[in-house]
Every structure is written in structure tokens, then in C-alpha cells.
């Protein structure tokens, strides 16, 4: 596939450790959150979304954290699997604004064995 | 149900050519969008619709044009490439009721 992000930050964590990805958004009006994991050769796929009214919102081996105050979005990736190795992008938007997703640049998760 | 399809996967053009890519939905979505990706950034949107017969501008919408002729298509058009237009190019859609896009696999463009 073609080379996605050449110059982005890279995470390395080994398989069964837990993985903190960070991102930190742009607008504080922002409400609504995604995450994104885009493996090599592939359009981005849908991991989690939070409201802006939560601050904590878990899936099956995910959970995001948002924190308003200092505009900063995580994801936490339990027992990390050869398989969640891909980059990650969080996006920002208004709720109701038709609208544009603004996606942070990405960070690279290798899962070393 | 095949999601959000993409043509062509691949295509390499001179300067000055045209072409368009292909974007088709199955699921009825209403939104419609077409972004581009380049190394060490995320995804800039460049046009996008919000139904048939709609488009509007997205952050970086020189030197493209769209069409939404119907509603399960989105025409994203080049009329004369650019090298700065080699990209990868993803078109994404989703339901009037949710936030959430989903994607198709991408075309790669370049432009020699």
C-alpha cells in the first residue's frame, strides 16, 4: 500500500501492553470527537466518538478520554494485538454543521512481538 | 452491501491532463465527501455535499471541481493536473442523523 504519513510520530509498544495515543484538538468549540485507525493501503476506519459532554467513553478494548480544559483527546488501547498496528487519527467537528471533520496528523502505532 | 467504492484504485497523469474519480454509496447516505491525504498530515477536505443536486467548498478546493448528479454518486473532477495535486484521495459519507464518516479505500494519484 502506499506510505501514509512518512513523517509521522511514531508509538512503539509491545504485543499485551496497553497504548496511549494522544491528540490535541484545534477548536474549543469543537463537540463531537472521532478516532480513526487507517491501516496501510486503506481509507480510514471508525474506532470510537465521544461528545463534548462526556469525558470518558469506553468500547471493546478502546476507551477515550476528553479533556476540555487543555483541549486534549486520548485513546487507550488495551492488550495492544499485532493487528491494532495501523495510524491513528482523531477528528474534531460541530454537531449539525453538515460538516468537515478536521483530523489531527496521525500517529503510528507499531506492535512489536 | 458494499459500502463506499472508490475508481479508479490508481492512475498517473501529465500535467494539464484531466480526469475524474468515481465515488458511489450503498447506504442511502445524504453527506458526501472527497479528501485528500498527503504525507505527515491528516485528511483536508476539499468539496463536499450535502445532497443531490449540492456541493459546497471544503479547505482546499482549488484546481477541483464536483458534481452530485445522484445521490449514491460524487464526481470529483481534475481539469488540468497539477503536481501538486499527486495525493491520495478518499471520499467519505454518512447519514444526515450521525457525525461519523465512513470511508473508501482511496485512489492514488500522480501527476508527472
Known amino acids: 500500500g502506499e506510505s501514509v504519513g512518512l513523517h509521522l510520530p511514531t508509538l512503539s509498544v509491545q504485543e499485551g501492553d496497553n497504548s496511549i495515543i494522544n491528540c490535541a484538538y484545534s477548536n474549543s468549540a469543537s463537540d463531537y470527537f472521532i478516532w480513526y485507525k487507517q491501516e496501510s493501503g486503506k481509507g480510514p476506519q471508525f474506532i470510537i466518538d465521544i461528545r463534548s459532554n462526556m469525558d470518558k467513553r469506553q468500547g471493546q478494548r478502546v476507551t477515550v478520554l476528553l479533556n476540555k480544559t487543555v483541549k486534549h483527546l486520548s485513546l487507550q488501547i488495551a492488550a495492544t494485538q499485532p493487528g491494532d498496528s495501523a495510524v491513528y487519527f482523531c477528528?474534531?467537528?460541530?454537531?449539525?454543521?453538515?460538516?468537515?471533520?478536521?483530523f489531527g496528523t496521525g500517529t503510528r502505532l507499531q506492535v512489536t512481538l | 452491501n458494499a459500502g463506499v467504492t472508490q475508481t479508479p484504485k490508481f492512475r498517473v497523469l501529465k500535467t494539464g491532463q484531466s480526469m475524474t474519480l468515481l465515488c458511489a454509496q450503498d447506504m442511502n447516505h445524504e453527506y458526501m465527501y472527497w479528501y485528500r491525504q498527503d504525507p505527515g498530515m491528516g485528511l483536508r477536505l476539499i468539496h463536499y455535499?450535502?445532497?443531490?443536486?449540492?456541493?459546497a467548498k471544503g479547505e482546499v478546493p482549488d484546481g477541483y471541481n464536483v458534481s452530485r448528479l445522484k445521490k449514491q454518486n460524487f464526481l470529483l473532477g481534475l481539469e488540468s493536473a497539477a503536481p501538486s495535486q499527486t495525493s491520495v484521495y478518499f471520499c467519505?459519507?454518512?447519514?444526515?442523523?450521525?457525525?461519523?464518516?465512513?470511508f473508501g479505500p482511496g485512489t492514488r494519484l500522480l501527476v508527472l
Open positions: 477528528a474534531e467537528t460541530l454537531e449539525g454543521t453538515a460538516s468537515k471533520l478536521t
Open positions: 467519505a459519507s454518512r447519514n444526515i442523523d450521525q457525525e461519523t464518516q465512513y
Open positions: 455535499s450535502v445532497g443531490e443536486g449540492t456541493t
